[in-house]
């Protein structure tokens, strides 16, 4: 049974990853370093600010000092909340299906995004209110696909809820849409609905259930499959 829903937000409910691409090229070519599309949406989609960074720095033989890789997620900050205050960037269909969770389940956002960008987002679009909190990067010591963020989220939600018998990890459903995110839920003990929105279906295997697209996607058919 299904007691609560749990959403990522980059590449899940919004079209935000070729954004988080021209932020981060933008700011590594100040640093002398190209960062490839390609290698963006095969290695490093899904990672949050700081461990992209000091990725990158590793492999191109820079120093990737705690220093450093602050000064570079702040230049990418700016650059990337500019990208994004004016424009509507979720995905076809997310916002209806965040209302109709809302409806029936306790909703968090757990993302690797900048607790700053998470709200723009949400605020913009008209969702915040239906989630009880965000847990942001700053939230937690270590990014996506390790289970932090899942279970610092599931931890919120007992302290905010206080249901009894409280909430399980197995209760609570993640919707996903990297390989990294289907990880860390998955070692959170959560349920997981993946969605190809930045990655085909072998590399989402792990989850429970794998659609196309929101629109390819009826909650109630879900929560049938999930309850097989």
Avoid: W
Avoid at 48 to 62: G, I, P, Q, S, T
Avoid at 128 to 145: C, M, N, S, T, Y
Avoid at 194 to 199: F, N, P, R, V
Wanted: with cysteine; glycine share 6%; charged share 30%.
């Amino acid at each position: 049974m299904i007691r609560a829903v749990i959403f990522d937000l980059d590449g899940t409910l919004a079209d935000t990853e070729p954004l988080h691409f021209a932020a981060f090229a933008e700011v590594l070519a100040t640093e002398g370093i190209e960062l490839t599309r390609v290698e963006y949406f095969t290695r490093l989609i899904g990672y949050n600010d700081h461990d992209c960074f000091e990725a990158v720095l590793a492999e191109n033989h820079r120093p990737a000092g705690e220093d450093k890789i602050r000064t570079l997620v702040e230049r990418k900050a700016r650059v990337y909340q500019h990208m994004i205050e004016n424009r509507d960037v979720l995905y076809p269909g997310a916002a209806d299906f965040v209302r109709r969770c809302a409806e029936r389940f306790p909703l968090l956002v757990v993302t690797g995004t900048l607790r700053a960008e998470a709200e723009m987002i949400l605020g913009r679009a008209g969702l915040r209110a239906l989630f009880l909190d965000v847990i942001a990067a700053e939230d937690v010591e270590h990014g996506k696909p390790e289970p932090d963020g899942f279970v610092l989220a599931l931890g919120r939600l007992g302290f905010l809820l206080r249901q009894r018998p409280p909430i399980d990890p197995s209760e609570c459903l993640v919707v996903e849409d990297t390989h990294a995110g289907v990880e860390s839920a998955r070692r959170a003990g959560m349920r997981v609905l993946a969605l190809m929105h930045s990655a085909p279906e072998d590399e989402l295997s792990g989850a429970d259930v794998i659609r196309a697209s929101f629109a390819d996607t009826d909650l109630d058919e879900v929560l049938r499959l999930l309850a097989k």
